[in-house]
Each structure stands twice: as C-alpha cells, then as structure tokens.
C-alpha cells in the first residue's frame, strides 16, 4: 500500500471511530432515515418548481440546499457497525464498501455546494443543478441501498 493511501486510510477510520462513539448512543437507524425523509421532502419541491407548479421561491431553494448539505455532513457517522441490521434498507455495501460510501457521500456534498450559487440564480439555474445533485440520490440509492 502507498503511504498516501496508508495515511489516508488511517485517518478515515480515527475520525469514523470518533464521531461512530457518538451516535452509538442514539438511534443512528432512526436518525439517517430522518435525514432522508427530510432530503426527500426538499426534492419534492425542487422538482415541483422545477416543472413550473409551483413559483420559484429563493427560500425554499435556500432551505433544501441548506438540508441537503447538512445530511452530507452528518450521513457518514450514522452507520456505526451496530446499525447493520434492524429496520433499515442500507445494504450490506455500506459497510463492505466504506471508501465508496464516504464517496459517495463527499460527491453528493460536494455537487450540493457547487451547484447551490446556480440554483439560486432563478428557475434556469435551479433546473442544471437540480440535475447535478439529483443524480447522487439514484447513483448512492442503486449502489447502498435495497430496493423496496
Ligand atoms: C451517499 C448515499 C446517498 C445519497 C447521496 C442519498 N441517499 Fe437517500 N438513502 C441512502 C441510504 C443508504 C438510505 C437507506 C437508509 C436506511 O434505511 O437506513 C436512503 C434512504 C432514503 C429515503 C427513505 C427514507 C426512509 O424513510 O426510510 C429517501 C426518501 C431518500 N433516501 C431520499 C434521497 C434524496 C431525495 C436524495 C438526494 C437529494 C438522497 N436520498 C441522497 C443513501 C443516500
């Protein structure tokens, strides 16, 4: 292994070690799903203004884009090694797969942070970003998580 990756692995799994002792305590299952519903509430109304059913409104964009990037920040640390079973439709991957998963993680942080300027330029803008985060939703979705 390269010392980079070495390094770099090790320093993926202090901080995971850190932050899983934390949440251990509480109820991570509960907790992501949360975040997602919360994720899956916000796409609903981008979609809707989006499509024109509802009037562009710079708050809601704020307030979605805000949500989003908080579930980035905090997704990681809720899959503590306890949380594999129980009633959660993450797959097994999240955890055979970590280096993937925290990529995907930090790409869907990572577009939500690029494309947020763009979204709130107006309805045009809010449609290229819409496509851009949107796609982290599918992509982690097919890779992490079981069909239902
Ligand atoms: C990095 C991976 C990842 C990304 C990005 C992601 N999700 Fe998820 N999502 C998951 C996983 C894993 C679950 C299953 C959680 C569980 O059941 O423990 C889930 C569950 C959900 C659920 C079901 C929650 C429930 O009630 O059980 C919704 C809704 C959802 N995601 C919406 C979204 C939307 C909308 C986006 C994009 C804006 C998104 N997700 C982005 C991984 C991701």
């Not at 109304?45 to 989003?68: C, L, R, S, T």
């Not at 797969?97 to 709130?120: G, T």
């Not at 496509?131 to 979705?141: E, F, I, P, R, S």
Request: hydrophobic share 45%.
């Amino acid at each position: 292994m390269k010392l980079s990756t070495w390094l770099a692995t090790g320093l993926v799994a202090t901080v995971a070690l850190a932050t899983t002792a934390v949440v251990a305590q509480q109820d991570p299952i509960a907790t992501r799903k949360d975040l997602m519903k919360a994720n899956g509430r916000n796409a609903g109304v981008i979609v809707k203004m989006v499509k024109g059913e509802e009037a562009y409104d710079p708050a809601k964009v704020k307030a979605a884009f805000d949500q989003w990037d908080e579930t980035a920040s905090k997704f990681g640390a809720l899959f503590p090694d306890s949380s594999k079973e129980g009633d959660t439709r993450a797959l097994p991957a999240v955890w055979t797969e970590r280096a993937k998963f925290d990529a995907a993680i930090a790409k869907f942080k990572k577009d939500v942070d690029d494309n947020r300027a763009k979204a709130m330029s107006g309805a045009d803008g809010l449609k290229v970003a819409l496509g851009a985060v949107g796609k982290n939703c599918g992509d982690c979705h097919e890779a992490f998580r079981k069909p239902q």
